[in-house]
């Protein structure tokens, strides 16, 4: 049966992103005794977009529209980038400025990926979605995804919105500081960003690599 939080997610969540089942066989070392709660959601719907996007829960099995956690998982794609920061995670969801959400020893975390930083929200995956439901405005960014599309348009499949100027660096939530980014190259420029947050001595500047 269902979790009660993880019902009420879904009640609001889009379309399935993959029409296969759902296989998170390999992950267990990773995610533990939530690999089963997880696959629980995906049984039920592998993969989705809720919040009109600005939550994206990955699928389990491949998809046209979305990676699937194996692929978003494979340190040759993005997590390399940040050289150790995300190790022993386990990323299954993401919010629209693509902050990751993550299996990390145990409980659900959020993982800031401008710093590799990691916060607990919640012990278990119902807890999880209880919090999102209660939260969202601020755990998945729906406010400016809200906004940010009825200006420009839906978020095509493989695109988050990231910062020209990186909140870590002083960069305002606003629409102005947005742009609409692949979700790949995102996460691997913050890889970089927060590789040089962390290894910065006291006084250092921070090099931000612009990319034409």
Not at 84 to 111: R, Y
Not at 143 to 150: H, I, K, M, N
């Amino acid at each position: 049966m269902i979790a009660m939080s993880v019902a009420a997610l879904l009640s609001i969540a889009g379309p399935s992103l993959s029409e296969r089942p759902p296989s998170l066989e390999g992950f267990h070392p990773l995610a533990g005794h939530l690999l089963e709660q997880l696959a629980g959601i995906l049984a039920e719907r592998n993969g989705f977009f809720a919040f009109e996007s600005a939550l994206h829960v990955f699928p389990g099995a491949p998809s046209a529209v979305s990676f699937d956690v194996a692929q978003w998982n494979a340190s040759e794609l993005w997590r390399s980038e940040y050289h150790g920061l995300a190790e022993d995670c386990f990323f299954f969801a993401e919010d629209v400025f693509g902050g990751q959400f993550c299996v990390f020893k145990g409980a659900i975390c959020s993982f800031d990926s401008e710093t590799g930083e990691k916060e607990l929200i919640a012990p278990t995956i119902d807890d999880w979605a209880k919090s999102i439901l209660e939260n969202y405005r601020v755990l998945t960014g729906h406010p400016l995804a809200r906004d940010w599309q009825l200006r420009n348009g839906p978020l095509p499949p493989f695109k988050r919105l990231a910062p020209k100027m990186p909140f870590v660096c002083g960069g305002s939530f606003t629409l102005d500081n947005l742009y609409l980014a692949d979700s790949v190259e995102a996460m691997r420029f913050r890889g970089y960003l927060a590789t040089q947050i962390r290894d910065l001595p006291e006084g250092g500047k921070i090099q931000l690599r612009i990319v034409p």
